[in-house]
């Protein structure tokens, strides 16, 4: 592209039956007080974006994406601690282009030892983990924990923050056993194949000798809903994460009450800036460290080119990716 004012990037079309992604020609943001652009060399995708894509129906359409890797490019007015030319990694919308605009707080140095698809798929689910384990979940050494659909971004990333905090038995749940085999190097203790029928219960009930587990990381829903409570020990926490078997679901209030359970909600869809900020920062606290050292690791199951987008997205939907799904700008220089 000659135009240097010009960049491409990946928008979300609205369409009466939902959206669709195409690449386009856009101005180059500039970034505003308190923003640091960032010249874009990776962006991962997250399965919200497919979700809202498809409820996507009337509007002007947005750049896609909320995290990305690459090397600072320009300062806004009023940033401190930041340089061009430095290496970074962020979490703020619009990434999934060559050049985006992210709050100063919301980036973290990229570590030399990660590429820049590696450095691209940490921000969401890592801070997303950590908000849920950490955060809400309070999660303390020698608990027991179980993650649903671990073979997800979050899942995966979930069970590295586990082993990190302590956890003495760290459980992951999985419809394909072919899947177990990457999960068992980051640090997880035992498999548990999920079912629809909840056999799985029985067996989470052995491993933990009978207790169930302290905590558990849920992003499956109603499918998974009745059968997890099954599985808490008393005063467990069940952090519900994601939705992807479903929003509506049963409880029986006597077992809720008679197990002291807790069940906690998150998301950052209702969160203001500053909140959302607040658990960046946290992650960036607790996690940059371990991640410098090598002791967690984001895992990347494919790189697609920017123009590859809807290539990317069909990966996603077939359900057969082990971690983080990553867009490539680099083809675009």
């Not at 056993?177 to 548990?192: E, H, P, Y």
């Not at 992650?283 to 940059?288: G, K, N, Q, S, V």
């Amino acid at each position: 592209m000659s135009d240097t004012t010009m960049m491409r990037a990946v928008w979300s079309v609205p369409g009466e039956g939902g959206g669709r992604v195409e690449l386009r020609d856009t101005p180059i943001p500039q970034p505003g007080p308190g923003q640091v652009r960032v010249r874009v060399r990776a962006s991962a995708i997250n399965r919200g974006e497919l979700l809202a894509l498809s409820a996507l129906k009337t509007g002007t359409g947005s750049i896609g994406g909320v995290e990305c890797a690459g090397e600072v490019d320009a300062l806004g007015p009023g940033v401190a601690g930041w340089q061009v030319g430095d290496a970074v990694m962020g979490h703020g919308r619009g990434a999934q282009a060559q050049f985006a605009c992210i709050d100063q707080r919301a980036l973290m140095r990229k570590p030399p030892r990660l590429d820049w698809a590696q450095a691209a798929a940490f921000p969401n689910v890592f801070v997303t983990a950590h908000d849920a384990l950490i955060t809400h979940g309070n999660l303390c050494a020698g608990e027991s924990v179980l993650i649903n659909a671990a073979s997800s971004g979050i899942g995966m990333a979930a069970i590295q923050i586990a082993r990190w905090a302590g956890a003495r038995s760290i459980i992951a749940s999985s419809r394909s056993t072919d899947k177990f085999g990457r999960l068992s190097a980051l640090g997880l203790t035992d498999t548990v194949l999920a079912d629809d029928q909840g056999e799985w219960v029985k067996q989470v009930l052995e491993l933990t000798g009978g207790a169930g587990v302290n905590l558990i990381i849920d992003s499956v829903g109603a499918a998974a809903f009745e059968a997890n409570l099954r599985a808490m020990s008393i005063e467990g926490r069940l952090i519900g994460v994601g939705r992807l078997g479903g929003r509506d679901a049963r409880i029986d209030l006597d077992w809720l009450a008679l197990r002291r359970l807790r069940l906690i909600g998150v998301t950052f869809r209702t969160r203001s800036l500053d909140q959302t900020l607040d658990c960046v920062q946290a992650c960036a606290r607790d996690l940059l460290g371990p991640l410098e050292r090598g002791e967690i690791q984001p895992v990347v199951d494919s790189v697609y080119d920017l123009e590859e987008i809807a290539a990317a997205h069909a990966r996603m939907r077939s359900n057969q990716q082990v971690g983080k799904i990553v867009l490539s700008v680099e083809s675009l220089r």
